[in-house]
Nanobody
Framework: QVQLVESGGGLVQAGGSLRLSCAAS????????MAWYRQDPGKERELVAR???????NYADSVRGRFTISRDNAKNTVYLQMNSLKPEDTSVYYC???????????WGQGTQVTVSS
């Protein structure tokens, strides 16, 4: 019943910025964290950033200082502001909403981000 809808991906030149959005169609009870992952073909899905229910955040070393994760609880939406983009940031990005113990675990459909050199 719950669906996560992503938007904001696209093509950008190196050094540019994009903001990804991910909105849940309905309320997810007992939410633990919202997160962004990325995955290239043949590679493992990589955690990029997460924000916990209390507001604390974590980032992959590769994006720290350039990306910012934020949320709007009233809108059931998580954002990823991506600045100073690099070609190696090119990937398909997926959002994830999870409850404690992953009793509820939802993924977005993925959105393509392409950074040209």
């Amino acid at each position: 019943q719950v669906q996560l809808v992503e938007s904001g991906g696209g093509l950008v030149q190196a050094g540019g910025s994009l903001r990804l959005s991910c909105a849940a169609s309905g309320n997810i009870p007992s939410i633990k964290y919202m997160a962004w992952y990325r995955q290239d073909p043949g590679k493992e899905r990589e955690l990029v950033a997460r924000i916990m229910s209390g507001g604390s955040t974590n980032y992959a070393d590769s994006v720290r200082g350039r990306f910012t994760i934020s949320r709007d609880n009233a809108k059931n939406t998580v954002y990823l502001q991506m600045n100073s983009l690099k070609p190696e940031d090119t990937s398909v990005y997926y959002c994830r909403f999870s409850s404690i113990g992953y009793v509820n675990d939802f993924w977005g459909q993925g959105t393509q981000v392409t950074v040209s050199s």
